[in-house]
């Protein structure tokens, strides 16, 4: 199970970029993906999450901003990002769990401790500036 990040980069504020992240070795079809990001000096925050069911999450400060989406054939998670603001300086990763879908009542699906033991990727760079 591997997963690569892809599509950071440097961007002004009110700019957009489209982040990738490629899974290979999964091969459940029921599961739950999400990106998260860890700002300079802060703690890792989950950003958008998408089930197997098509079900989005997303938190409050990128609500209306990004939007997260996957490709089944083959797995590929997207975060198309907008209007993007200084807060959104991090290392964006993204992280799938396998074993279960994070419906409407998934309620721990933003909290990165309920993902620490399935796979991550590496991590993409994203720098916003003013």
């Known amino acids: 199970e591997h997963l690569v990040e892809s599509g950071g980069g440097s961007v002004q504020a009110g700019g957009s970029l489209q982040l990738s992240c490629t899974a290979s070795?999964?091969?459940?079809?029921?599961?739950?993906m999400g990106w998260f990001r860890q700002a300079p000096g802060k703690e890792r925050e989950g950003v958008a999450t998408i089930d197997s069911d098509g079900f989005t999450r997303y938190s409050d400060s990128v609500k209306g901003r990004f939007t997260i989406s996957n490709d089944n054939a083959p797995k590929t998670l997207y975060l198309q990002m907008n209007n993007l603001q200084s807060d959104g300086t991090g290392v964006y990763y993204c992280?799938?769990?396998?074993?279960?879908?994070?419906?409407?009542?998934?309620?721990?699906?933003?909290?990165?401790?309920?993902?620490?033991?399935?796979?991550w990727g590496q991590g993409t760079q994203v720098t916003v500036s003013s």
């Open positions: 992280a799938v769990d396998p074993r279960t879908p994070c419906g409407a009542t998934a309620h721990w699906a933003l909290n990165p401790a309920a993902w620490a033991r399935t796979p």
């Open positions: 070795g999964f091969t459940t079809t029921t599961y739950c």
